[in-house]
C-alpha cells in the first residue's frame, strides 16, 4: 500500500493559510466600505437638514379689539406669509398653529379710517431660528365703532309642514331674549332676533331641540350672535268641524214666576255646527247638545214679542262655533182660561147664528 504524498498534503495547508489571509483582507475592507458610507450618509443628512429653505403659509388674522368696540373695513380671515429656515426645523411646522395676533388701539379718532400694519413679530407659532421674509397683504385700512347692548327677543322660526292634520300651537325658546351688541345705528330699531329654520316636515308630535340664532342685516351690514337657545315646538291636531243634519231643539229657561207654557219659540229648533278634534267631533250625538234661550236675554220686537238669543252649554270634546239662526222669536200667548172663554163665546155665538 502506497503512501500519500506529503507534499500535496503540505501544499494544501500553505493553500489555506493563503485563503483565510485573503478572506480576512477582504473583510477589514468590507467592514471600513460600510463604515464610509454609513459616515457619508450621516453627513449629507447632517448637511442637508442644515440646510436653508423657503416655505409658504396661509395663516388666520386675530385681531384683538378693545371690548365695546368692532372693527369696520374689508378685513381679510387671513394673510399669506414666506418663511424661512433650517430644512429640519422647517418640517415640524404646523399651518394650523401659527397665527398672524396683532393688538388694536384705539386711536384720537375712531370713527377716522387708519392703517394697521402687520409685522414679523406679529406672526405666532414658529420657532425663533425662522425669519419671516413676506407678509401680503402687509396692511389694511379699518375703522372703530363703538358698540351697543341690547335685548332682543327670540322668535323661533319654522319651516315645512307638520303631518296632515296637525298644526303648530305654540313656539317658544329659552332664554326668550338675548343681549346682542352692534353699533348703535344698526340694532336702535331692532326689536327681536330669528332662530335657524326649524323643520316640521311629517312632524305629529311636539318636539324642543338647541338651535342657533340667525344673523340679521341692516344697511348692507350681517350682524351675527353666535348663540344657541333652546327652542320648543307644540303640535295639536287641527280642528275639524262638523255641522249636524237633525235640527237641534231650542230650549226655554225662564225667570222665576214665569210659566213656560205660555212661551212660543219660532222656529223651535236650529242647525248647530261644532268643533273641535275629528274623532270626538265625528262620534259625537245630537242629544248631547243643549241649545237653549233666556228670558233675561229679551229684546222687545212688538206685541207680546221678543228677540232672543241662542246660547250652548259647554261640551266636553268639542265646542259649538255656529248656530243658524242665532236669534229666535220668543211669542208670549194669551192665558189658557182667557183663550177658552173666548173660544165658547165663539162656539155660542156660531150656534145662535145657526138657530136663526
Not at 173660544?343 to 150656534?351: H, L, P
Amino acid at each position: 500500500m502506497l503512501d500519500r504524498p506529503e507534499t500535496s498534503t503540505r501544499v494544501k495547508a500553505k493553500g489555506g493559510t493563503a485563503s483565510r489571509a485573503k478572506n480576512a483582507f477582504l473583510g477589514i475592507n468590507h467592514h471600513s466600505a460600510l463604515f464610509s458610507v454609513l459616515l457619508a450618509t450621516i453627513i449629507w443628512i447632517y448637511v442637508d437638514s442644515r440646510r436653508m429653505v423657503e416655505q409658504t403659509f396661509d395663516v388666520r388674522i386675530d385681531l384683538d379689539v378693545p371690548a365695546g368696540w368692532e372693527l369696520e373695513g374689508n378685513i381679510p380671515q387671513d394673510v399669506t406669509i414666506s418663511v424661512r429656515g433650517a430644512r429640519q426645523i422647517m418640517s415640524t411646522l404646523n399651518a394650523d398653529e401659527i397665527r398672524l395676533t396683532k393688538t388694536i388701539e384705539v386711536p384720537e379718532v375712531p370713527e377716522k379710517v387708519f392703517e394697521i400694519k402687520f409685522e414679523e413679530r406679529d406672526i405666532k407659532g414658529i420657532p425663533p431660528q425662522v425669519s419671516v421674509n413676506i407678509i401680503k397683504p402687509n396692511s389694511i385700512n379699518a375703522s372703530l365703532v363703538q358698540l351697543v347692548s341690547k335685548y332682543l327677543a327670540v322668535k323661533v322660526e319654522t319651516v315645512g309642514q307638520p303631518e296632515k292634520g296637525y298644526s303648530v300651537a305654540l313656539t317658544q325658546s329659552e332664554p326668550w331674549y338675548v343681549e346682542v351688541k352692534a353699533p348703535k345705528e344698526l340694532i336702535t330699531d331692532q326689536d327681536f332676533i330669528r332662530t335657524e329654520p326649524i323643520d316640521l316636515s311629517g312632524r305629529s308630535v311636539g318636539f324642543a331641540e338647541w338651535v342657533y340664532l340667525q344673523p340679521f342685516r341692516k344697511k348692507d351690514k350681517t350682524i351675527k350672535v353666535d348663540r344657541q337657545v333652546y327652542a320648543s315646538v307644540e303640535l295639536i291636531e287641527k280642528p275639524s268641524r262638523r255641522t249636524f243634519n237633525e235640527k237641534i231643539p231650542v230650549r226655554v229657561l225662564i225667570a222665576p214666576g214665569e210659566d213656560y207654557r205660555e212661551v212660543q219659540i219660532k222656529p223651535a229648533a236650529v242647525t248647530v255646527t261644532v268643533e273641535g278634534v275629528i274623532d270626538n267631533v265625528s262620534t259625537m250625538k245630537a242629544s248631547e247638545l243643549v241649545i237653549y234661550v233666556d228670558s233675561h236675554d229679551k229684546v222687545p220686537a212688538g206685541k207680546n214679542k221678543f228677540q232672543v238669543k241662542c246660547s250652548s252649554l259647554p261640551l266636553k270634546k268639542a265646542r259649538v262655533v255656529q248656530i243658524s239662526p242665532d236669534q229666535v222669536e220668543w211669542i208670549v200667548v194669551a192665558d189658557q182660561p182667557e183663550v177658552e172663554k173666548k173660544k165658547a163665546a165663539e162656539n155660542a155665538t156660531t150656534k145662535q147664528l145657526e138657530k136663526k
